[in-house]
């Protein structure tokens, strides 16, 4: 069993930062590639920013150098730093990561969610 649970979401001031965490947990053998999306309800879901095993990473054009995407193997965590907010930040991030259990099986897991609100 494997779970992943973000924190940090808030409500923060358009120009405001926050960093957004997700750590697994349960039978993990090797975390693979970890991503952040957001969900905005009616819209859909959106890849923000990806970190691969060998720290490559990538991001969505409309968050390119405003987030700085992170991630401590020892932790077994994953870190979303936010810049510069704007209010169509504003959504649901979950976390989502590629984990390969003690039993060799790889998959997909993703977490519940934090909210972000960007607004004045």
């Known amino acids: 069993q494997v779970q992943l649970v973000e924190s940090g979401g808030d409500l923060v001031q358009p120009g405001g930062s926050l960093r957004l965490s997700c750590a697994a947990s349960g039978s993990i053998r090797d975390i693979l590639s970890m991503r952040w999306y957001r969900q905005v309800t009616g819209k859909q879901r959106e890849l923000v920013a990806t970190?691969?095993?060998?720290?490559?990473?990538y991001y969505t054009s409309s968050v390119e150098g405003r987030f700085i995407i992170s991630r401590d193997n020892a932790k077994n965590t994953v870190y979303l730093h936010m810049y510069s907010l704007k209010p169509e930040d504003t959504a649901v991030y979950l976390c989502n990561a590629d984990i390969r259990i003690v039993t060799g099986l790889t998959s997909t897991y993703w977490g519940q969610g934090t909210q972000v609100t960007v607004s004045s």
């Open positions: 970190i691969t095993t060998a720290f490559t990473t």
